[in-house]
């Protein structure tokens, strides 16, 4: 049984399924026979009780909880929490977080082991160990597991180039009408295809440490045929949206623009895509290439109106070569939504800098000018938090700017930083700022995905 936790304990963003854990499912299943191995993907949707529930019900041999580090602290009490009720159940730990904090991870909880980087070789091989009643982590890559005292660290399973080996997602697992989709959207069912993994860029902000647990940028991308395939596929099962999962649509164009023709030669007038990309590589034809498959949003990060902070947090980007690529989307009809991230914190020659209430006012004005001249239509905001694995965690670290609440674990990590002179009701005056920005452009645009906002509405009452 592989895990997702529980969305009603600590309401958290669950758009879609939890690819990583479908791309493990997806192995399992080539690898095994349904009367080898029986495989079950617990969703979040409940609480802790109906989690408990479900795993009493299927009595698995084996247990995995994937989780990131927004969601970390419910992912502990939820390792925790399965461990106690079934104290005979090896309990694992995965996901993004766990890649990088497995020994936090092993110290806060009762979990029998962790698991990290990319997985789907580690979860066939641990499943094949499994005899006498016991699975063996030894010889798991990236396993981590105590051996009396200590823990022992298993190198992580070899970096794997060819995307295309690996096996699709286990989509028969998951009813298509099931996830909301993003917040704005235009057709349901709506899901993702992941088309690429890691990122060829350093921003200091990023949280994507699985990829780059190599220590280095680890872009790969699968092939156009192969995409092709698993939308004709999803299509078929009568998903009308789809998000291509990766971090840069754009980060190398050529095989951008081969895919979206491939795309727009399938003819599927009523399927409608969207995805992210990069700021600063953007043409016309590749704009045209977008409108031409059915591409009517695309998702950039902006962050700030300030080059200065661009280039604090290792961007290489400009606001100038961002409004450029707005204006090439735009003329297509292609609608855009930016990520803004407001009290970004870098360093000068050794000295730290930080944003200012002053310079996230300018940010909110810069985006709702965008807005009036056609060139943003929606807006995804943020504090800047610290993220494990990222060069602004080990700044916070150096600084002593994490917001860790002392009867708390790392397991919860309070959003922001302390940045010196920034009082918490001004980070709270940027916040409702923003959401007044955010809301105002929405309207204007259309396209909002009614169930997503009211789960938003409702998190942002609990915190």
Not at 141 to 162: C, E, I, K, M, Y
Not at 203 to 230: D, H, M
Not at 343 to 358: H, I, K, M, V, Y
Not at 404 to 414: K, M, R
């Amino acid at each position: 049984m592989l895990a997702d936790p529980p969305v009603l304990e600590e309401h958290y963003i669950y758009y879609q399924p939890t690819m990583g854990i479908l791309y493990l499912l997806g192995a399992l299943q080539r690898a095994f026979s349904p009367t080898e191995v029986e495989l079950r993907y617990l969703q979040g949707f409940g609480d802790l009780r109906d989690h408990l529930d479900a795993v009493q019900e299927f009595q698995p041999d084996l247990y995995g909880l994937s989780f990131k580090t927004p969601m970390a602290r419910l992912g502990y009490r939820t390792l925790a929490a399965v461990k106690e009720r079934f104290p005979s159940l090896p309990v694992i730990g995965g996901g993004s977080h766990v890649s990088i904090m497995a020994d936090d991870v092993m110290a806060q909880t009762n979990a029998d082991a962790c698991i990290r980087g990319e997985c789907e070789d580690s979860v066939v091989g641990l499943v094949q160990s499994f005899s006498d009643g016991r699975f063996r982590l030894e010889s798991v890559p990236g396993a981590v597991f105590r051996t009396g005292s200590s823990l022992q660290h298993n190198s992580p399973a070899p970096f794997r180039h060819d995307l295309d080996a690996f096996p699709w997602p286990a989509w028969n697992m998951i009813d298509v009408h099931t996830f909301p989709g993003m917040p704005y959207s235009k057709r349901r069912p709506y899901l993702g295809v992941l088309v690429s993994r890691g990122c060829p860029f350093r921003c200091t902000f990023c949280s994507e440490p699985v990829w780059k647990i190599f220590g280095r940028p680890t872009y790969r991308a699968r092939s156009p045929q192969n995409i092709l395939e698993e939308i004709r596929y999803l299509y078929d099962r009568g998903v009308r949206e789809m998000r291509l999962w990766c971090e840069e649509f754009n980060a190398a164009s050529d095989w951008a623009l081969e895919l979206l023709h491939a795309i727009a030669d399938l003819g599927y007038d009523d399927l409608f895509f969207n995805f992210n990309i990069r700021g600063d590589v953007m043409s016309e034809p590749l704009a045209a290439a977008m409108a031409a498959a059915n591409v009517w949003l695309v998702t950039m990060g902006m962050e700030t109106a300030s080059n200065r902070v661009l280039a604090g947090v290792r961007k290489h980007v400009t606001i100038e070569k961002i409004e450029n690529s707005c204006a090439l989307l735009s003329a297509k009809g292609i609608k855009i939504a930016g990520y803004f991230q407001f009290f970004s914190a870098w360093e000068e020659d050794g000295r730290l800098c930080w944003e200012t209430p002053e310079d996230c006012r300018r940010t909110i004005e810069w985006a709702l000018e965008l807005g009036r001249r056609g060139l943003l239509h929606y807006m995804f905001t943020s504090i800047a938090t610290p993220r494990p694995g990222t060069p602004l965690w080990d700044l916070a670290v150096r600084h002593g700017l994490l917001r860790i609440p002392p009867e708390q674990p790392f397991s919860y990590l309070a959003e922001g930083m302390n940045l010196p002179g920034i009082s918490r009701a001004e980070v709270r005056a940027t916040r409702l700022h923003a959401t007044f920005a955010k809301t105002r452009l929405a309207v204007q645009n259309g396209h909002v995905n009614m169930p997503v906002l009211f789960r938003k509405a409702r998190r942002s009452l609990r915190v």
